[in-house]
């Protein structure tokens, strides 16, 4: 069983540095205990990772990417040879001249062909591996490009600043929400754009309607009702760093916990329908599916959520997104898997991660 994706995507280069997946909601969705086997997608890394701060006894990382799982492996040998700090450093998340030799620290836990990959990237590095992927990016451009036409730094900063809900939405309609915001977000974010210079076209075959209307009242949300300085996604797309708020990961709390686990934690380059046909026997407990869903016909997702179910445990937690395809559970599928809405939407509404306009969360009955 292949991959539809796999027959369309490019998985050559980083498509994300970053999980842009609020692992907070996740990690709440999923319940993971300790002694779980669990299985996530791998992306860049960040949110298999902060599964491990839960103590299960396996995290299982999947990718059809190897430059994603360069990704993921850098990250690994940062935990175990870099402290805290070091790290956000490398990341990008914190400002500082030195990562090259952070990375040089690194390189010696890395496989070959990852060493190779990052040894061909050092501007990358020099950077913040962060900001090395094509999302990343497409987000710079709109910092740099296209946000200085809309609004002065100090009324950014005032944003990020936060303040409380009144205030919030106080300044966002009458400082932040102006015309040529409108214009030039529904520009920037349409679906052609985004196609070509953040997401891959192929990603948008299962879309309708207005890609950038949807964004732009997600990002509302984002800048009123949830507050922007305790946002480390609307800080980074922003500003290219976090200034006051950092993802689950990231955090100074978490940080001795998920080293701790690094050996629980394995990575392969593969999709998840040929990782559960060769490893049958393998019982899950939970799942983190990013948004892969949206990627493929309802029919395949139909197909793939079957596999999933039965690879998974009585009670295992199914949790994904949905940015702009609709994908929930079928009704042909009620008796085996169980819709969890009202945790959903409950914490969908806290969701920081903000672009996506569904959370799902499913439990095998």
């Known amino acids: 069983m292949h991959s539809e994706v796999d027959a369309h995507a490019d998985f050559s280069a980083i498509r994300y540095a970053q999980c842009w997946e609020d692992a907070d909601v996740l990690l709440q969705a999923l319940d993971i205990q300790p002694g779980h086997v669990c299985l996530s997608i791998a992306s860049a890394g960040d949110n298999a990772l902060a599964m491990l701060a839960r103590g299960p006894r396996r995290v299982i990382a999947l990718d059809l990417s190897p430059a994603q799982l360069a990704a993921l492996e850098l990250r690994v040998a940062a935990y175990r040879e870099l402290d805290h700090s070091e790290l956000l450093v490398l990341m990008g998340s914190a400002p500082g001249q030195d990562r090259e030799a952070l990375y040089l620290r690194c390189r010696g836990l890395l496989s070959g062909s990852t060493r190779d990959f990052w040894d061909a990237h050092r501007e990358e590095i020099a950077r913040g591996i962060g900001a090395a992927g094509k999302f990343e990016r497409y987000f710079a451009l709109f910092r740099t490009g296209i946000l ?53 076209p192929s990603f948008f075959q299962y879309v309708e309607g207005s890609v950038a209307d949807r964004i732009l009242e997600r990002t509302r949300y984002a800048l009123t009702e949830l507050n922007p300085a305790e946002n480390p996604y609307v800080q980074w797309i922003l500003t290219g760093r976090h200034t006051t708020a950092l993802p689950f990961a990231l ?25 559960l046909q060769e490893a049958r026997g393998t019982v899950i407990d ?25 690879a998974g445990r009585l009670g295992a937690r199914l949790a994904y997104w949905n940015m702009l395809a609709k994908r929930q559970r079928p009704d042909v599928l009620s008796a085996r898997l169980r ?27």
């Not at 509404?349 to 439990?363: G, I, L, M, P, T």
């Open 339 to 365: 819709p969890l809405t009202e945790l959903a939407r409950t914490l969908h509404s806290q969701d920081k991660a903000f672009f996506y306009s569904a959370f799902v969360v499913e439990e095998i009955a």
């Open 286 to 310: 939970s799942f983190n599916l990013s948004d892969i869903f949206e990627y493929m016909s309802t029919e395949n997702y139909h197909r793939l959520l079957e596999t999933l179910i039965c």
């Open 251 to 275: 955090r100074s709390e978490n940080f001795d916990c998920i080293r701790k686990n690094l050996d629980r934690l394995e990575w392969h380059c593969q999709s998840i329908e040929q990782f």
């Open 148 to 200: 200085p036409l809309i609004h002065s730094r100090r009324c950014v900063e005032r944003l990020l600043a936060g303040g409380s809900r009144e205030e919030r939405l106080a300044f966002y309609e009458r400082e932040w929400n102006t015309r040529r915001w409108r214009f030039l977000f529904h520009l920037f974010f349409s679906r052609l754009v985004m196609g070509r210079m953040g997401r891959d």
